[in-house]
């Protein structure tokens, strides 16, 4: 007598089938904050801040802006810089904590600035030269995705 192979329901069925399937039916409605930067997406919280570091071009001193993630948005909190000429040319009148109140769903570089120019988020330093997109320019934007469509992104990849 010839058996058919049997599906098995014990433990590692239930480990490896039916628990991913129901975090992922658990998940498909919720939304994932994501910080694009060119291709790479970095799923954010609100309240978490990246940096943006870059050289300022008319001074040649180094520029760190602090952001801080928000719902649907991010803020400029801060910007620092060993210059006050520098800090004056971009607007900022003080060095403490907070000097900056600006707000933003997205920003874009020119692919070609000379500036090196590097996000870091989550204590990891990306630089921003490789993330530019066919029309040259790098962009950084903040978006809301589905779950699912995140796992997407991750598996694709």
Request: aromatic letters at 10%.
């Amino acid at each position: 007598m010839t058996r058919g192979s049997r599906f098995r329901t014990g433990p590692p069925a239930l480990l490896f089938f039916v628990l991913p399937a129901a975090l992922l039916v658990a998940g498909m409605g919720k939304k994932v904050l994501v910080l694009e930067i060119g291709n790479l997406e970095v799923p954010v919280r609100v309240g978490e801040v990246f940096f943006h570091s870059y050289t300022q071009s008319m001074y040649g001193v180094p520029v760190l802006e602090k952001f801080r993630i928000e719902d649907g948005f991010f803020r400029l909190v801060h910007v620092s810089s060993p210059s006050g000429a520098a800090l004056a040319y971009l607007g900022i009148e003080k060095r403490d904590d907070p000097n900056a109140d600006e707000t933003y769903r997205d920003f874009t570089i020119p692919a070609a600035s000379i500036g090196n120019h590097a996000i870091r988020v989550h204590d990891k330093e990306i630089p921003l030269e490789t993330r530019a997109g066919r029309d040259g320019k790098i962009h950084v934007k903040l978006v809301k995705m589905s779950f699912l469509a995140y796992v997407g992104l991750l598996v694709w990849r």
